[in-house]
Nanobody, 125 residues
Framework: QVQLVESGGGLVQAGDSLRLSCTVS????????MGWFRQAPGTERECVAA???????YYVDSVKGRFAITRVNAKNTVYLAMNSLKAEDTAVYYC???????????????????WGQGTQVTVSS
């Protein structure tokens, strides 16, 4: 059974930084493409960043230049470094995994099989 455990959320001020972590257990981490999604109240879940098995990355326009997704296969972990945080970044952030996708980075929630429990990120202005 595949499990995803997120950590690193919290309450910060605008302009601050946070780093989210997601550790995967249950199967070879290198088999998975990984994504970070977020969902604010009343909105749809959106892909913030994704990374395929080869290291290719995707970012939604609103976070380009501020967020960075990385994966460390030896630690079964994917990270989301978030800098210059804004109030509009406030949401529950979810980590997700799907097997395959060596050369593309999936960005639709429906493409992912496994999800973490979510971690709250709140940015005060």
């Amino acid at each position: 059974q595949v499990q995803l455990v997120e950590s690193g959320g919290g309450l910060v001020q605008a302009g601050d930084s946070l780093r989210l972590s997601c550790t995967v257990s249950g199967r070879a981490f290198s088999d998975y493409a990984m994504g970070w999604f977020r969902q604010a109240p009343g909105t749809e879940r959106e892909c913030v960043a994704a990374i395929n098995r080869s290291g290719g990355k995707y970012y939604v326009d609103s976070v380009k230049g501020r967020f960075a997704i990385t994966r460390v296969n030896a630690k079964n972990t994917v990270y989301l470094a978030m800098n210059s945080l804004k109030a509009e970044d406030t949401a529950v952030y979810y980590c997700a995994a799907v097997s395959g996708f060596r050369f593309t980075a999936p960005i639709s929630p429906g493409q992912y099989n496994y999800w973490g429990q979510g971690t709250q990120v709140t940015v005060s202005s």
